[in-house]
């Protein structure tokens, strides 16, 4: 595809909201509370804006650079920036990555469309604390259901990627991304109005820094990473859209507030919540779909319509931000296919989806009826998650930092920041040092944390 061929994201706004679409997700709604709750609260969130604003940001930009001003795909970029080289692999490392992610982060977005369905069926209500781990154990468990959500959501997935950029992804973000805010913005107002959520607000704002150690450090800088979906490709292809008038440092301050913004409200949605009904919220993996519905009861007990009501939202609102984040996902290898062996989108996206669900349906099996099979000791869904979470994000967002701060010449980083000139970059060396030596740091303390060696 040549690059005037290339299309382009309709508007401004439409860039940003596709953008902040891909970095929010299930990562925001759940880990963030998680991760928030293990690590003492609001003094955690300090340190994680400081991780999203010099960490996050850095990289933002670089992956926004890689995009634009190759105007390919993530598989394709570092072949037209650096033809010749081995840096085409980083390329496939971000293609790959989103695929395998993909494939199983569908399993746990499917799971959402079961508990909508139960939540609006009423199913939580009279339910003891013990009932809702049954569910979820035979639920998640159950060699059918699940794979029935999966291949739904695969393929609401789908018919918007087959739209297009302009009809599908940017139409859908003008549209799922505000509705996503209405959601959270009406919870956060039920769960603020429980008897107290005072108690709540006051972990999640007032910081205790004697709490304030190098694992809230390395939690928080895995979470920024994590929650802005940095080195999976998908920050990258969505720049290859943007147009030459797109503000590469405004898009990345603003993907990094929204996503922040809806990460702390996800925040005091659950935490007011938990702690009106005694509840710590540290539940980890669980936290979703056993703790929260359990919440969700207690915490509205006298009033049964407003359970009805909050349990419904709820899992609408982790649905939407699933569905931002997976269509994200798809578009970064269907661009692959579709620019790298000249297919027609519509192929491309079916070779994509039905691959998908192969490895959708074996992730969910392996939690099930396939779990005395295992490799290193883990199944095929933990294994997954391992290997991409833990050794190709991080090593996918080093390798970018490298790229872009050492072997991409400094004219391409600041043409592309300033618009070829049009625009001031007064932090543009600041933005280079933190490419260049703060970024890879931090990068490797979080790669050796999440392999458990530190």
């Not at 980083?90 to 508990?115: D, K, R």
């Not at 604390?129 to 999966?150: C, G, M, Y």
């Not at 694992?215 to 969505?238: E, H, K, N, P, R």
């Not at 933990?382 to 970018?400: E, W």
């Amino acid at each position: 595809m040549q690059k005037s061929e290339r299309v382009n994201f309709g508007s401004k706004i439409g860039a940003v909201l596709a953008a902040a679409g891909s970095a929010v997700g299930l990562g925001n709604i759940w880990r963030f509370p998680y991760e928030t709750g293990n690590h003492g609260g609001a003094a955690f969130i300090l340190v994680y804006l400081a991780c999203v604003f010099m960490l996050g940001m850095p990289i933002m930009i670089a992956e926004f650079t890689v995009g634009r001003h190759s105007k390919a795909s993530t598989g394709r970029a570092y072949k037209v920036l650096a033809p010749g080289t081995h840096w085409k692999w980083l390329g496939y490392l971000g293609v790959l990555a989103g695929f395998l992610i993909l494939g199983y982060y569908s399993v746990v977005a499917g799971w959402t469309l079961e508990y909508i369905l139960e939540a609006g069926m009423n199913g939580f209500a009279d339910k003891k604390p013990e009932d809702f781990v049954v569910a979820f154990q035979s639920f998640s468990k159950d060699p059918v259901r699940p794979l029935i959500w999966l291949v739904i959501f695969l393929l609401a997935t789908h018919f918007v990627i087959v739209k297009g950029v302009k009809d599908g992804i940017e139409k859908s973000s003008k549209v799922l991304m505000p509705v996503l805010f209405v959601l959270i913005v009406v919870l956060v107002g039920c769960s603020l109005s429980l008897p107290n959520a005072e108690k709540g607000l006051e972990f999640l704002l007032k910081p205790d820094f004697s709490k304030v150690n190098g694992d809230v450090f390395l939690g928080a800088m895995g979470q920024a990473f994590f929650s802005l979906s940095l080195g999976m490709g998908c920050l990258s292809t969505y720049a290859s859209y943007f147009g030459k008038e797109t503000k590469l440092g405004n898009t990345a301050l603003s993907v990094g507030v929204i996503d922040t913004f809806v990460a702390v409200l996800a925040g005091l949605i659950i935490f007011p919540a938990a702690f009106s009904v005694g509840i710590q919220p540290d539940a980890g993996p669980s936290l979703i779909f056993i703790t929260l519905p359990n919440v969700f009861q207690q915490a509205f007990s006298g009033v049964p319509i407003l359970a009805y009501i909050f349990s419904v939202m709820f899992y609408v609102l982790l649905a939407l931000a699933a569905l931002t984040s997976t269509i994200s996902l798809h578009e970064v290898v269907t661009a692959f296919l579709h620019e790298e062996f000249n297919l027609t989108r519509g192929r491309a996206a079916r070779l994509v989806t039905f691959g998908c669900i192969i490895i959708g349906v074996i992730s969910s099996l392996s939690l099930g009826v396939m779990q005395k099979y295992t490799l290193f000791d883990k199944g095929f869904f933990d294994l997954l998650d391992f290997v991409t979470a833990k050794i190709m994000l991080p090593l996918g967002g080093l390798l970018v930092c490298i790229f872009v701060g050492w072997y991409l010449k400094r004219s391409v980083s600041y043409e592309e920041l300033t618009n070829g000139g049009k625009l001031k970059a007064g932090l543009f060396n600041l933005y280079i040092f933190l490419l260049r030596y703060v970024a890879p740091v931090a990068i490797i303390l979080i790669f050796i944390n999440e392999l458990g060696l530190i």
